[in-house]
């Protein structure tokens, strides 16, 4: 991409999609987003990102369009709207994380389209986002990712290339495996230590370079030491919708995650007792309730 080309549509601009559109903005690139919710609209536009009244609209005007999206619903509509928007050949390059099958759907709508799907789910959260902190797991056609890596580089700290189209998708099912478990394991962690006593602070600055320490705790135990959850850089609500995505992942392969099982419930009662809207460190609420540790609902 020279730079008459630095022009990239981003459709989707909830906490990943808008901490990417901001970077790029910042980065010098002319960025176009399009999203159904007015408030994020409204403050995308506030720092330089200009708003498309539409997707096909947002199509017709770049060549590189990034989606980043709730659901699998979400995305089949985005599909036909980029399909009936007649455009000549685009690059796509879905960021979400959903299901293969839901992934492949959508790169068969592309092409059937004209245009090149590629799957490139993101690791990190809405804060390392923010950070250019994240990684790209790209998949599909391998030019048209050599096309977009000065784009990922501007957004993230490293892209991986993984072969044919689906698996980023696979790479990112074994990441939120191990963020799932770290993200339970380190709320453990620091229940057992705020009940036996110690400061909550002085167990991030002991623990984090140590052995025990983890990037999930790193970002996540100061949360869980202040018991302030918001704003969220990955909604308990939205982590849901990606623990079923890995369970059905699992099972299709016959493994077995005794792990990340033991994980699930606790993420379920999280949801059970209204922390759907904050990030997913708040599962330490939840350890915290059933160990008998009253902190005080302090958000």
């Not at 993230?156 to 191990?178: D, E, H, I, Q, W």
Request: charged fraction near 20%; glycine fraction near 10%; aromatic fraction near 6%.
């Amino acid at each position: 991409m020279g730079s008459m080309d630095r022009a990239v549509g981003v459709i989707g601009l909830g906490i990943m999609g808008g901490a990417i559109a901001r970077n790029l903005r910042e980065r010098g690139w002319r960025v176009v987003g399009v999203d159904i919710d007015a408030t994020r609209r409204e403050a995308l536009a506030a720092d330089g990102v200009e708003i498309a009244q539409h997707v096909g609209g947002l199509a017709h005007a770049m060549p590189v369009i990034l989606t980043s999206l709730p659901s699998p619903k979400a995305l089949q509509s985005v599909a036909a709207e980029l399909a009936a928007a007649a455009v000549p050949k685009r690059i796509v390059v879905e960021l979400s994380t959903f299901a293969v099958d839901d992934k492949l759907a959508f790169a068969t709508a592309m092409e059937v389209a004209g245009h090149v799907p590629l799957d490139c789910p993101l690791s990190g959260t809405g804060a390392q986002a923010a950070l250019r902190d994240l990684v790209v797991y790209a998949s599909g056609d391998r030019a048209a990712v050599d096309t977009c890596m000065p784009l990922f580089a501007d957004f993230a700290k490293k892209t991986a290339f993984l072969g044919t189209f689906g698996n980023g998708s696979r790479m990112k099912f074994v990441a939120n495996l191990l963020v799932a478990i770290h993200n339970v394991a380190s709320a453990e962690a620091m229940v057992l230590a705020i009940r036996s006593g110690l400061d909550p602070k002085d167990v991030v600055e002991v623990i984090a370079p140590g052995a025990g320490g983890s990037r999930i705790f790193d970002l996540r135990a100061p949360m869980m030491a202040r018991d302030d959850y918001q704003p969220a850089t990955m909604r308990v609500a939205t982590w849901d919708k990606d623990m079923h995505v890995i369970d059905e992942f699992a099972r299709s392969l016959g493994v077995q995650t005794p792990c990340f099982d033991a994980s699930k419930p606790v993420y379920d009662e999280a949801m059970r007792m209204g922390l759907g809207d904050l990030d997913t460190a708040a599962v330490c609420r939840v350890i915290a309730a059933q160990s008998g540790l009253n902190r005080g609902d302090t958000n």
